[in-house]
């Protein structure tokens, strides 16, 4: 059975985004029957160059990525979630929707690359990225199948901790 991952920032244009083409990426990669979504609480609609540049230079495909809502994500055709993550402050710090079956909440934070001054752009992307992706490894490297909520919840703290 599939485990589902809804991965939440405010705009759904950067961090988010990364996350979901990472976790998919390497859930491909080592055969994990896990797929990432990604979506936030007031999309922007676009995408951020920089995080397709980012995907792209990795060898990430980036023809699905789309800027959402999370409102796709509490109707009764969305897939159910088993963890949601929120990966900026905003939006982890905002009243979430009800998931369908109560999935594991964890907040994974990293620094908005779109912050950075214009010629460091591609490279903080960059750096957000191998961040992300190494931290989707760790979610990975999990027995999700067999885990509790609870131990779930406790596993994805910890990971964020180290």
């Given at each position: 059975m599939t485990i589902?991952?809804?991965?939440?920032?405010?705009?759904?244009?950067?961090r988010s985004v990364l996350s979901e083409g990472m976790l998919n990426h390497w859930a491909k990669k080592l055969g994990k029957d896990v797929r990432a979504y990604s979506a936030g609480s007031a999309p922007s609609g676009r995408i951020n160059p920089y995080a397709l540049?980012?995907?792209n230079n990795?060898?990430?495909?980036?023809?699905?990525?789309?800027s959402k809502s999370w409102e796709e994500f509490v109707g009764a055709e969305a897939p159910e979630m088993r963890i949601v993550i929120t990966v900026c402050d905003s939006a982890a710090a905002e009243q979430c929707p009800y998931w369908p079956g109560s999935p594991v909440k964890v907040h994974w934070g990293y620094p908005d690359p779109s912050n950075a001054a214009e010629e460091l752009k591609a490279q903080a992307f960059e750096l957000t990225r191998?961040?992300?992706?190494?931290?989707?490894?760790?979610?990975?490297?999990?027995?999700?199948e067999s885990m509790?909520?609870?131990?779930?919840?406790?596993?994805?703290?910890e990971a964020y901790k180290s």
């Open positions: 589902n991952v809804l991965i939440l920032c405010t705009h759904n244009s950067a540049q980012a995907l990795a060898g990430i495909d980036t023809s699905y990525v789309r191998q961040a992300i992706g190494y931290r989707m490894l760790q979610l990975l490297s999990l027995p999700l509790t909520n609870a131990e779930l919840q406790t596993a994805l703290v």
